[in-house]
């Protein structure tokens, strides 16, 4: 059996233990020489994964943990070693302490964010998540069997959440204890004010922020906690979301939270700067340059259909009298009144302006029409049905490296240079005639 140091202190950082056995565990870690191995020890201060906290890492000797698992009545480590570990091996352990405190802090967040939204609203936490990317609670809003008359909230929104956010610092900030009792049996642990009935009948570590008489939160827990409430430091909430039948709470504590604040000083010092404005003048500058692009946007909607306007008046003339385009590409076919196409050019308009501007021909187009999109380097084909538009993209663009498609009185062929969107169309003209 492993005697668990961190139950009896969470603070120890180094201790000296014996191998008391060694296993290969599967495949090599990579290098040649070096694998993995599973390693216990007389005692560890490794805590392993369990109820929602990840494991303790850092070095039996000079070996590197990569993982603690409890089995029973043993901590299993997996190590990755060069060469053997010998069984009965006296070696000095060292913890990872950064991620541990980190553990505690962001856990013992947890315990008390819970604690005062079950004595706010009755919130049960029924879900838990604490990974290196975010960490949430699932709480779940549930009626008082034993009070069935006092209404509940029926709903977490952000305000709640930040009420209950500000009741869990002012526990943080008063420093409250956080004690571990231990209790053999069922009966005994019932005693204390639980905010979760128990899943064991014996052997039961119960948690307690605060005194047990008016505690902040009170629950069954096999994880590692601060002694006191201060030394979670923070916890901010940072948004609240539907999350099946529950509510979802985002937060941090500890330096987590403090890093959080940080990145976001950051992003929001940036933006400002790249506005010109100070952080708080931020929002209102970002407003009125919102406003200033939605009057662009206006203006070049207005310009591009009176752009579109004048060339559809003259792709009409052209079509009219047979004329060529007004400005041409270089190996773009000649426009003639007996030509099956017309290739039209269009200088300052993209690809989907080109489409905009088709809509007007589709279906009453008296040949087919090939609206040239430059800056785009490709086609809106249109016509009236006759021939189809679709199936020509399908069957000729290809030969010049384009793609596209459409249906039969529209299609997209799209080139990569000017060169091959007019070989493609001299192609066309030359299949059509
Ligand atoms: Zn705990």
Known sequence: MTARLYQQD??????????????AAGEPAGDAGSGLFHVTLDQTAFFPEGGGQSCDLGF???????????????VIHTV?????LQCGE??????????????????????????????????VNRGFHMGDDYMTIDISLEDDPTDPDTPRPQEIDMDLALECEARANEVIWSDAPVSVFRFEEREEAERMPLRKALAFDEDISIVC???????ADCVACCGTHPSTAGQVGLIKIYKVEHYKSMFRIY???GARALKDYDNKHRILTDLSNSYSSSVEEFPEKLRAQEARLAEVKDQLYHAKKALIDKECAALDAALADGSPAAHTCPGQPLHTPDAPLIVWPLENLSLDDAFDMAKRYMKNATKLILLYAKQDTSFILVSNGEPKCGKLVREYASFYQGKGGGNDVSARAIF??????????????????
């Open 10 to 23: 969470v603070y120890i950082k180094e201790w000296d233990a014996q191998i008391t056995s060694v296993t």
């Open 60 to 74: 039996i000797g000079p070996y590197r943990v990569t993982d603690v698992q409890e089995d029973g009545e043993e």
């Open 80 to 84: 990755s070693a060069d060469g053997e």
């Open 90 to 123: 006296q070696l000095h352990c060292t913890l990872d302490w950064p991620r541990r405190f980190d553990n505690m802090q962001r856990h013992c967040g947890e315990h008390i964010l819970s604690g005062i939204f079950y004595a706010r609203c009755g919130g």
């Open 209 to 215: 922020v605060g005194s047990p008489e008016n505690a």
């Open 251 to 253: 937060f941090e504590a």
């Open 416 to 433: 990569s240079s000017e060169e091959n969107a007019m070989l493609f169309a001299d192609l066309l003209e030359k299949h059509l005639r």
